[in-house]
């Protein structure tokens, strides 16, 4: 049996989770969450406890136990909690800005970029070289925050770009080094 899939799922005060036509609603302060139920399994409430249960042995069956209590996990957490990412812009003259829906960004082009907003992602520029991606779905923060990091990807040689927070970047010794 999934060491991670027979792990109940605490539900908190004020998150309510319910499960109708083969879909995962998961509804609390920070938002509504909703998740395909995957083939081979099914939610058993008990109190504020939600079970992932598998319906039978199959392999498909086995292999979505797991994923579906770890999705189910994060849904419950992001309603909740709530995610975020931070992203770090370096270089000379980079810097991101906020107007209205959309964040701007100076990333060494010749133009500036312009980043909408997707649904459900708020994004915080913190002294226009720190960016802050928040939001209730895991997936969204952390898919917004990859496109984020490639408009500009760091530079091995200057590590300039827009880069995570704890990303390390190895910088590549420049042609002098050679001698």
Known sequence: ???????????????TVSTANNEIKVKGPKGELVQGLATGVKLVQEG??????????????????????ALLNNMVTGVT???E?????????????????????ALGYSHPVEFPFP???????????????KG??????GETAAKLRALRSPDSYKGKGVRFENEHVRLKAGKTAKK
Not at 1 to 15: C, D
Not at 88 to 96: A, E, Q, R, Y
Request: no cysteine; hydrophobic share 35%.
């Open 1 to 15: 049996m999934s060491r991670i899939g027979k792990l109940p799922v605490v539900v908190p005060a004020g998150v």
């Open 48 to 69: 504020n406890h939600v079970n992932v249960v598998r319906q039978d042995d199959e392999r498909q069956s086995r292999s979505n136990h797991g994923l579906t209590r």
């Open 81 to 83: 909690k709530g995610y």
């Open 85 to 105: 990412r931070k992203l770090l812009i370096t270089g000379v003259g980079f810097k991101g800005e906020i107007k209205g829906k959309t964040l701007v960004l």
């Open 119 to 133: 649904k459900g992602v708020t994004i915080e520029v913190d002294k226009s070289t720190t960016l802050i991606v």
């Open 136 to 141: 209730a779905d895991r997936q969204v923060v």
